[in-house]
């Protein structure tokens, strides 16, 4: 998880704090979905608007998703472009040994695996779009996917002196 990805967790649990939420900013980290939870408590409106107002209207590359329901884990990043994309997608309470794939993905992906905790305990970085079967370990944990980061190669020609 980056810094932005962790002090936009971080703003919107100071938020939901002022608004009663008694969990800490640790409890958000190891499992989103506490975040959601208590949104779906609080509001009639779906999480997916909650979160769209407290995100403001920024563009997808600062969205973070939370793949909270069957269809959303399925579908997961599939079909969508690099500018598509959010900035993380994060699947909460992933089961041990639980295989995850890039079939049908436009881009290139970073999978991380961390457990209850909090600890990074699998990371595939640049996965390229088609793997069929990718182990994500034999803990309980929250797996976040992002694009891939872009390296650009070829010549760069020393300063001239």
Do not use: C, W
């Not at 969508?80 to 959010?86: D, F, L, V």
Request: glycine letters at 6%; a positive charge.
């Amino acid at each position: 998880m980056t810094n932005a990805e962790r002090r936009e967790l971080l703003e919107q649990t100071k938020k939901a704090q002022q608004e009663g939420f008694e969990a800490s900013v640790l409890d958000v980290f190891q499992n989103p979905q506490v975040l959601q939870d208590f949104y779906k408590e609080q509001q009639p409106l779906p999480f997916e608007h909650v979160r769209q107002e407290q995100v403001g209207r920024q563009q997808n590359q600062n969205q973070i998703e939370v793949a909270s329901t069957p269809h959303s884990q399925q579908k997961g990043l599939r079909g969508r472009s690099r500018s598509e994309m959010p900035q993380a997608m994060v699947f909460p309470n992933v089961s041990p040994n639980t295989p995850f794939n890039t079939m049908g993905m436009k881009a290139p992906i970073d999978i991380k695996k961390y457990d209850e905790q909090g600890h990074l305990v699998k990371s595939y970085e640049n996965v390229p779009p088609g793997i069929k079967s990718l182990p994500t370990g034999s803990a309980r944990g929250t797996i976040v996917e992002t694009p891939a980061r872009m390296r650009y190669g070829g010549y760069k020609p020393l300063p001239k002196y």
